[in-house]
């Protein structure tokens, strides 16, 4: 005679759920809110991330920016002038850990980091460029350095970094789920409760 085993209500849902590859479902949560989820055809929890996260991430972003007048009469772009990333002594960026947890402004943010540059009027090389230190002056004389960002964005710039920061930390939740999966339920233990409340309720009835 074959035993057979129950399985609960939570086992036989999470075998439904198909994670595909979590590891590929959490890179992808990684670089772009929501896109885990939509690969793991998890659609429902795909748009949710993404309608919770992007609009945070990318009002932060804009907050962050602001438009300078050049000397020969010209504009500069400067975009997400606080999300970057540098290490440097005086200038440990550790807001950036957090910020880190949306990959697609995490890697520009490091490449700039690793290749500085001067801003040449492009909006490419400002965006996400940390600011210029004490011994870039000769190196990045166009670059703006802190006190000139803080002055540029005001009260925008402590806003800006907290909409980066908040979106960052939604996004690593987002990542976990994509790993992980849903929380598993312990539905039948519940059941047992109740049943164990109603048995209760009908000994002092009697």
Not at 54 to 63: D, K
Not at 169 to 184: K, Q, R, T
Request: charged share 25%; net charge neutral.
């Amino acid at each position: 005679m074959v035993e057979q085993t129950k399985r609960t209500d939570d086992e036989v849902k999470r075998e439904a759920i198909d994670l595909r590859n979590p590891f590929v479902a959490g890179l992808l949560a990684w670089l772009f809110p929501g896109a885990g989820h939509w690969y793991q055809r998890r659609y429902f929890k795909a748009v949710l991330f993404a309608i919770c996260i992007w609009p945070i991430l990318i009002a932060g972003l804009v907050m962050g920016s602001y438009r300078e007048e050049t000397s020969d009469g010209g504009s500069q772009i400067h975009f997400a002038r606080t999300l970057y990333c540098s290490w440097r002594p005086g200038d440990r960026r550790l807001y950036f850990i957090p910020q880190a947890c949306v990959g697609c402004v995490a890697l520009p943010a490091m490449w700039q980091a690793r290749f500085p540059g001067d801003a040449d009027g492009s909006i490419l090389s400002t965006a996400f460029a940390p600011p210029r230190v004490s011994s870039e002056y000769r190196a990045r004389p166009n670059q703006p350095d802190a006190n000139d960002i803080a002055r540029r964005l005001h009260s925008w710039l402590d806003l800006s970094v907290i909409f980066t920061v908040v979106a960052g930390l939604l996004n690593l939740l987002a990542i976990f789920d994509a790993v992980g999966g849903p929380a598993p339920v312990d539905k039948e233990g519940d059941q047992k409760k109740d049943e164990k409340e109603k048995d209760g309720e009908k000994a002092e009835k009697k």
